[in-house]
Nanobody, 120 residues
Framework: QAQLVESGGGLVQAGGSLRLSCAAS????????LGWFRQVPGKEREFVAA????????RYAESAKGRFTLSRDNAKNTVYLQMNSLKPEDTAVYYC????WGQGTSPDYWGQGTQVTVSS
């Protein structure tokens, strides 16, 4: 059964950095588009970024461009989200996702989420 486990969330001051990791148990890790969404209480989940199955252009939400970097390590079955220049509006629960057939916007699997809190 597929499982995604996030780590690396926490509390950071505005302007700081965090690196989220997601360890994935997927039968064919390289066959999935991997990504991150985030959610603030009372709002819908928001797409953050997605990395294609085997290279290619990584997609970022406008809010993440220039500050966040998504990468995947197929040898370690892990995906990372490096977040720099964090802002209070980045505060959310961040979810790792895996999409088998699509482009990452309608994931088949979700992690349990990790809280990121950015203080002003």
């Amino acid at each position: 059964q597929a499982q995604l486990v996030e780590s690396g969330g926490g509390l950071v001051q505005a302007g700081g950095s965090l690196r989220l990791s997601c360890a994935a148990s997927l039968r064919t890790f390289s066959s999935y588009v991997l990504g991150w969404f985030r959610q603030v209480p009372g709002k819908e989940r928001e797409f953050v970024a997605a990395v294609p199955r085997n290279g290619g252009s990584i997609r970022y939400a406008e809010s993440a461009k220039g500050r966040f970097t998504l990468s995947r390590d197929n040898a370690k079955n892990t995906v990372y989200l490096q977040m720099n220049s964090l802002k209070p509006e980045d505060t959310a629960v961040y979810y790792c996702t895996a999409d088998r057939w699509g482009q990452g916007t309608s994931p088949d699997y979700w992690g349990q989420g990790t809280q990121v809190t950015v203080s002003s």
